[in-house]
């Protein structure tokens, strides 16, 4: 049960990162370097806690879900 929560709790916290990044990648405007400094920290930190779901899932004995669709 727990494994199973983690696993959802994974896959939206990359679907975010994966955002982020996209955002970080085009931002646009007068604002550009305080919105591409900001969105590059916010997914990169994200990214670390993303690693560390997937390695607490594998402490349960279960595999950490690696499709994209």
């Given amino acids: 049960?727990?494994?199973d929560n983690l696993k959802v709790l994974l896959a939206t916290s990359y679907a975010f990162v994966i955002k982020a990044q996209n955002?970080?990648?085009?931002v646009e405007g007068?604002?550009?370097p305080q919105?591409?400094?900001f969105l590059g920290d916010l997914y990169e930190d994200v990214y670390g806690a993303v690693d560390?779901?997937?390695e607490n899932i594998r402490?349960?004995?279960a595999y950490a879900p690696c499709v994209l669709s």
């Fill in 23 to 26: 955002f970080h990648w085009n």
């Fill in 30 to 32: 007068d604002d550009f």
């Fill in 35 to 37: 919105w591409h400094g």
């Fill in 52 to 54: 560390l779901l997937a």
């Fill in 1 to 3: 049960m727990l494994a």
């Fill in 59 to 61: 402490k349960l004995d």
